[in-house]
């Protein structure tokens, strides 16, 4: 490995160090002892490291090639996992390094499944850094290092390339720096403004912060054991809600609309396909439950809440939907395979590759019907994008691989089949709560050792879109 990777790679720890700051100071300040100790060391010694590269660089950063970046990105996100890891671990808070690194690995790839079954008896400090890991996870640690530091040179494009999710990905501006400092400026501007509101609305600045670091990182951590519904509160609910769909939609559209290129964010087929989806979705599930719930309002508000939170892979809970009426679990249960938009925080298979799907599907009718026709592939109003549909459906193919072969794991392990394959959905897709034993109101801590190694493995393997682990896999394969 050169000097100038193991450099990033310090780098990279530093900045995570960095966010150590906040929970350190939360249990300085509530008289954490053992938390202090568990957030100080590793703080400590990331920025020793960074500071004793940055010391001795060697020059600029050579350019990082395609290969190079994808297996930088992938080692990247590992060992964030694992460093994540050890502030539950020396905290004592959790009774293995396994379970540490699930709960590291889930937090910074927005999954939000947990292995904690009383996060209310976690340490104030603790519990912000769970659901901080979901606000670094969002956005990437690579944009957020090439944001603040120029230390990836000509390579940092490459890199947010292999990090970030969609089959088509580009600059906003000319340089990489500014696009990413743009998107973050985006990001915590959104995440201050729901902090506010629901300070507003009645939280602590505490759970505040955090369910806004876990709604816009659509990860789905909770100080609560039963999740938002704990506040009981309509605003809270929708305003949880709003968030979640925004964080759903591809940023650069954000970027569009504060620069007045309103057009493009209306000609944008990816939006429109989102928007037709969770409308869609949320009138169904609110009419079916509606018997249930016996008022449209109410019935409403949890609906929109509950597909919101599936759809945008976020996690949050205010009912348990394992006990909804099956049609509106199978309107959920389809949700699974969506996701929300790429380039947001939200993790799936991604609204574009269906819609791209969907259109070739259409072409392909029409070609038979007529023949002679010349048909074209029109995205975001623009034709001639039939190259997309090889690759979305090699990522498809990859994808529902990986997910039987984790249902596999999964069911060797002792689940049964709808726990299996839901749970393989959850994890890849990067969603949190699945069926079963493995719903919303229960959590992964019985899951088996290995199960957990291996679901930390595709929850990686999820949030970078599959191809940069499996590229990190082969090479290391060719090296042995």
Known sequence: MSFSVIRIFSYMLGIVGAALLLPFTVGCLYGEERAVLAFGVPMAASWAMALGFWYRQKGGVKTISVEGAFMVVGGIWMVIGLFGALPFYLSGTVASFTDAVFESVSGFTTTGATIMKDVEALPRSVNLWRCETHWLGGMGVIALAVALIPLLGVGGFRMIKAETTGPEKGKLTSRIATTAKTLWCVYFLFTL????????????WFDALCHAFSTMGTGGFSTYNDSVAHFNSAAVDWTCTAFMLLASVNFTLYFHLVTFRVREVFLDTELRGFLLVVAGAVAAVTLIELPEYGDLAKSLRYSAFQVSSIVSTTGFATADYARWLPGAQAILFVLFMIGGCSGSTAGGVKVIRWAILWKQLKNEFRRLLHPHEIVSLRLNAMAGREEFVPLVASFLFVYLLLVAVTTFVGALSGLGLLEALTGAMSMIGNMGPAFGTLGPSETFASLHGVVKWW????????????????????RALRGV
Do not use: D, N
């Not at 403004?193 to 602590?204: A, P, R």
């Not at 679901?455 to 082969?474: C, H, K, N, P, Q």
């Open 193 to 204: 403004t729901q902090t506010l509101l629901l300070c507003h609305f009645g939280l602590s």
């Open 455 to 474: 679901y930390s493995f595709v929850m990686i393997a999820g949030r970078l879109e599959i191809y940069t682990v499996l590229i990190l896999i082969g």
